[in-house]
């Protein structure tokens, strides 16, 4: 997996950028080939924009867009947003592997 994490006009330090590539590793636990993660992270006008860009194997990529006055609120609420549409995803992914009512067989006694 690519990680790749972007600061625009605001300082990273080091404890910031550790907690979100553990975010990311705890995004493996989903199972679903994810290929890239961006990380963009700017200031605007209404605070600070956090922007999840993970692209998985044979899926759309998940975006996740997060504005917040304080950086690290705008993180939090991102990774939760992140993690909770890829947990949506495998469980899509899981469902739709599973067996259906019609491919069950009938045994005869």
Do not use: C, W
Not at 28 to 52: A, P, R, W
Not at 89 to 107: D, G, R
């Amino acid at each position: 997996m690519n990680v790749q994490v972007h600061a625009k006009g605001l300082v990273l330090h080091a404890n910031t950028r550790a907690h979100i590539e553990a975010a990311i590793e705890s995004f493996k636990k989903y199972s679903l080939d994810i290929t890239t993660v961006h990380v963009n992270l700017q200031t605007e006008k209404k605070g600070v924009l956090v922007e999840f860009d993970i692209h998985i194997a044979h899926a759309q990529p998940v975006v996740i867009n997060q504005v917040d006055d304080d950086l690290d609120t705008a993180i939090d609420l991102a990774i939760d947003r992140a993690t909770k549409a890829l947990h949506r995803l495998h469980e899509k992914v899981v469902s739709h592997n599973a067996t259906s009512i019609k491919e069950i067989e009938v045994v005869a006694d």
